[in-house]
Nanobody, 126 residues
């Protein structure tokens, strides 16, 4: 089994920053990509960012491009999301995901990922 444990969420004022962390533990698995998604009540899970494990290519939703930065630590099987210039519309539960086989043209689809964290709440006040 693989568990993803997220941390770093919280309450921040608009314009502030947060850094989310996600660590994979349990049985060693291959990692094709790790990603962040977010979800608000009544809405579908939304792609935020992803990183290809081999090589480190990154992908971002247009809504966060230029403000968020995803990074990884291969040795720790961890992924991070540095969120700067936060806006109230960034408020959501953020989920970490791990995919064992992710094609680049499918990287933004939640159904392609194999393991998910429990989510961490990010709240941005006006």
């Amino acid at each position: 089994q693989v568990q993803l444990v997220e941390s770093g969420g919280g309450l921040v004022q608009a314009g502030g920053s947060l850094r989310l962390s996600c660590a994979a533990s349990g049985r060693t698995v291959s990692i094709s990509a790790m990603a962040w998604f977010r979800q608000t009540p009544g809405k579908e899970r939304e792609f935020v960012s992803a990183i290809i494990w081999s090589g480190g290519s990154t992908y971002y939703a247009d809504s966060v491009k230029g403000r968020f930065t995803i990074s990884r630590d291969n040795a720790k099987n961890s992924v991070y999301l540095q969120m700067n210039s936060l806006k109230p519309e960034d408020t959501a539960v953020y989920y970490c995901a791990l995919g064992q086989l992710i094609y680049r043209n499918r990287i933004g689809y939640p159904d392609e990922y194999d393991y998910w964290g429990q989510g961490t709440q990010v709240t941005v006040s006006s």
